[in-house]
């Protein structure tokens, strides 16, 4: 088992910035971040692969958000910059234990999830 706890969510005006971190009980195999709005389906973030740093972005996000890992704590990190309305979302951590190739679904454990609000 693999215990996933969040944090960083809050409100922020459109261009702002905000950080999210995800801390895991124990070391997995890939970690990732997706959001769901309301009304609408779980999408994918970013992910990160723990033995080397990987990482995989959705494009709505490339080049705004970035996804880091401080190896010593378990946890990682997703940075959001420039953050629009349509970002406005719970984001939820998410980890997995096996395999190597980094994913955008399929995870095997979730933390509670945390709002993130956009303000035009």
């Known amino acids: 088992q693999v215990q996933l706890v969040e944090s960083g969510g809050g409100l922020v005006q459109a261009g702002g910035s905000l950080r999210l971190s995800c801390t895991a009980s124990?070391?997995?195999?890939?970690m990732g971040w997706l959001r769901q709005a309301p009304g609408q389906e779980r999408e994918f973030v970013a992910a990160i692969r723990w033995m080397d740093g990987l990482t995989d972005y959705a494009d709505s996000v490339k080049g705004r958000f970035t996804i880091s890992r401080e190896n010593a704590k378990n946890t990682v990190y997703l940075q959001m910059n420039s953050l629009k309305p349509e970002d406005t979302a719970v984001y939820s951590c998410a980890a997995t234990t096996h395999g190597l190739a980094l994913r955008r679904t399929g995870y095997d454990y979730w933390g509670q999830g945390t709002q993130v609000t956009v303000s035009s």
């Open positions: 124990r070391l997995t195999a890939t």
